[in-house]
């Protein structure tokens, strides 16, 4: 895949990039292994000072990438300009939380007596270059909520973003250095998937996180795992949606949040919902509603302000979805609105808002993820059908749940197989709270404590007698 900027809404070639030599690449993990040694001694003021500094630099120039981004990858500018706002926010959060994050922990003194310590406690150290495998379709925060907590640890960051995303990889690659993170903190690596490997398999580089395709994950994972290190993964989702019957009265905020839910960065997120498992008792009537917002929603030009919905990213990814959908139709589903490419929009990857019902498992709808503003909508009859189809897929990242019922709260939670479950409202990641899945959605988490500590070598630290 070539490297460049191709806008979706035009199809138009926009610039091109050559990729990084094996020198340049050797170059850039020389610098990231040279910066680790001293950066990992500066003391958390200083870290915090200068990811303050990135955050207010980022804001300052929140119109620009905004622009960069919509251009890149078809989101809405208002999308993109919130993206921005998102990851500076971050930054400040994880500036100001670092260090109580990672503070020494210390164990009950009867415990350290005990072991046949005079002390003892656990420290969190940097292990070193990291390597981020990043995809497109979140192009800043992706990247952000990983290089935050791991400059503030202490590591620092190589970053292979997107092949068609390559101007905002580079924005990010002077992002750090401009706010004045010393030289090979953080880099953007401008380069093919084919050459993550051997980048990877280099010893200097300690560990990987990655955020795509279940097939680049199992890519990543095979090679770190034979090179024994450390990795994170954030793959695939195709999150339930389930409304119960006593939300009914909140069943028009449901249908709400539900479009939002489906359609948020034109249907291109891996935590937006996707399966919309509605109980008997209300299914009509939210059938109705949800259907007819959906085809409410304008798309069009991700430039204009009332544009709701814009172009997919790619066009293999419009056709991927196209595959799905028109699968679907042809064992049965019915589509109550969409399932076509607009036909009054100029040329450009576009593909009309779809809700899918009759959606059975002979269908590859059902097991596989839909990339784009496509809903499938089923229909259950108790709560226990309702658990069981939520759970029905590979992936487990994330889930809603529309209940005012304490005990179905305490059942969801007890059996949804996800990383997430979020009641009376829409999944959305914050970086006091813990995000990842389970299941082919991968493994370990991202923000919060639990996310700072991922890439940090837990010590346990003993004094004897």
Not at 67 to 78: D, F, I, P, S
Not at 150 to 171: D, E, F, I
Not at 224 to 230: C, Q, R, T
Request: aromatic share 8%; hydrophobic share 45%.
């Amino acid at each position: 895949m070539p490297i460049a900027t191709v806008n979706p809404a035009t199809g138009e070639t926009v610039r091109t990039f050559d990729a990084l030599d094996a020198d340049g690449i050797d170059q850039r993990i020389t610098a990231a292994h040279r910066a680790f040694r001293g950066w990992r001694e500066t003391d958390f003021g200083t870290r915090a000072r200068l990811l303050h500094a990135a955050a207010d630099l980022l804001d300052k120039e929140r119109d620009e990438i905004a622009r960069v981004m919509t251009t890149e990858m078809g989101k809405t500018l208002a999308a993109a300009r919130a993206e921005a706002a998102k990851c500076a926010k971050s930054m400040h959060w994880y500036a100001a939380h670092a260090e109580d994050l990672l503070a020494d922990e210390h164990p009950a003194a009867a415990d350290v007596e005990d072991s046949g310590a005079t002390r003892a406690y656990v420290r969190y150290r940097p292990l070193g270059v990291v390597l981020a495998v990043m995809p497109w379709n979140f192009p800043l925060w992706q990247v952000i909520r990983f290089a935050a907590p791991a400059l503030m640890a202490g590591n620092v960051g190589l970053l292979k973003h997107a092949s068609n995303v390559p101007q905002t990889a580079l924005y990010l690659g002077g992002l750090f250095h401009r706010a004045g993170f010393p030289e090979g903190c953080f880099q953007t690596l401008l380069v093919g998937s084919g050459a993550i490997e051997d980048v990877l398999r280099d010893p200097r580089v300690a560990a990987a996180t990655l955020t795509g395709s279940e097939g680049a994950g199992r890519a990543v994972a095979a090679i770190a795992g034979d090179e024994v290190k450390k990795t994170v993964l954030e793959l695939g989702g195709s999150d339930p949606f389930v409304v119960m019957p006593s939300a009914a009265d909140e069943l028009d905020r449901a249908v709400e949040v539900a479009v939002t839910a489906r359609v948020q960065n034109n249907g291109q997120s891996c935590i937006a919902a996707k399966r919309f498992i509605v109980h008997t008792d209300i299914h009509d009537a939210f059938a109705e509603r949800f259907s007819r917002a959906m085809s409410a929603l304008r798309v069009g030009d991700p430039t204009t302000p009332s544009t709701d919905v814009g172009p997919l990213a790619t066009e293999q990814g419009r056709a991927d979805l196209e595959e799905l959908v028109e699968d679907a139709l042809a064992k049965g589903a019915q589509a109550l609105c969409g399932a076509r490419r607009p036909k009054a929009l100029p040329p450009g990857w576009y593909y009309e808002p779809t809700v899918l019902t009759g959606v059975t498992e002979r269908m590859r709808i059902h097991r596989e993820e839909a990339f784009g503003p496509v809903a499938t909508l089923y229909r259950v009859a108790d709560l226990d059908a309702a658990v069981a189809l939520a759970n029905d897929t590979p992936f487990g990242l994330s889930s809603n749940v529309w209940t005012t019922d304490e005990d179905e709260q305490r059942r969801f939670v007890r059996d949804l197989e996800a990383g997430g479950v979020f009641f009376n409202g829409m999944t959305a990641s914050h970086p006091a709270l813990p995000f990842g899945g389970v299941k082919r959605s991968g493994y370990g988490r991202e923000l919060s404590a639990h996310g700072i500590r991922e890439f940090c070598n837990i010590t346990t630290v003993w004094y004897g007698r």
